[in-house]
């Protein structure tokens, strides 16, 4: 079974700053990897995904990847009170299926 | 597009009790992906279907578990005879392949089970 692994938090960070979560993974064929946040309640929903080393910025969120070190980290500059969530690393395993990490809540205090 | 479509949202039974379980995926989507979620094990892949084939049930807790797609609009996760270990929320989700990998999987609203 492949492992996926996150601190799980909490993640205590005030507002306006940069929030940073991480995740290392077991498998080193693993190519695609997936950012998902997921509210109180709520299902998750996908925020970033990086294929290749280095980082990919959308917006506030930067997602950044080395395959060397089999580690993926998402950043969120900014924080608003709304980015307080669960935020869940998912890496493929074989083409088809994504194997989740336990996730991280992140409290943004205002 | 409505997105993925989960009935019942919310479901209370007695242990020994079957449980059914709905998913309608997004129309054109050719993967369908049962998981679970508790606050010990997180998000886990139960089973998923590519063209309403099974393609890897591995994450199927037990025999007490079983999934059907009879065709591309509908899934269904039945337990037989549910036990209050079973409790958890359940998703259901879809995607469509795009090249050789899986597109962005998108989630239902979940059915929260819980079994007394």
């Known amino acids: 079974q492949k492992e996926v692994e996150q601190n799980s938090g909490p993640l205590s960070v005030p507002e306006g700053a940069i929030a940073s979560l991480n995740c290392t993974y077991s498998?080193?064929?693993?190519?695609?990897f997936f950012w998902y946040r997921q509210y109180s309640g709520k299902s998750p929903e996908l925020i970033m995904f990086?294929?290749?080393?280095g980082d990919k910025e959308d917006g506030r969120f930067t997602a950044q990847l080395n395959k060397a070190s089999q580690y993926v980290s998402l950043l969120i500059r900014d924080s608003q009170p709304s980015d307080s969530a669960t935020y869940l690393c998912?890496?493929?395993?074989?083409?088809?299926?994504?194997?989740f990490g336990q996730g991280t809540r992140l409290t943004i205090n205002p | 597009d409505a997105g993925v479509i989960q009935s019942p949202r919310h479901e209370v039974t007695e242990m020994g009790q079957e449980v059914t379980l709905r998913c309608k995926p997004i129309?054109?989507?050719?993967?369908l992906f049962w998981y679970r979620q508790t606050m010990m094990r997180g998000l886990e892949l139960l089973i998923y279907?590519?063209?309403?084939?099974?393609?890897?049930d591995s994450g199927m807790p037990e025999d007490r578990f079983s999934a059907k797609m009879p065709n591309a609009s509908f899934s269904t996760l039945k337990i037989q005879p549910s036990e209050p270990r079973d409790s958890a929320v359940y998703f259901c989700?879809?995607?469509?392949?795009?090249?050789?990998?899986?597109?962005?999987?998108?989630f239902g609203p979940g059915t929260r089970l819980t079994v007394l």
């Open positions: 990086i294929y290749s080393n």
């Open positions: 129309s054109g989507h050719d993967y």
């Open positions: 279907f590519n063209n309403n084939v099974p393609i890897d």
């Open positions: 989700a879809s995607s469509l392949l795009k090249g050789l990998f899986l597109d962005t999987q998108y």
């Open positions: 498998d080193r064929g693993s190519q695609s």
């Open positions: 998912a890496v493929n395993e074989g083409a088809q299926k994504l194997v």
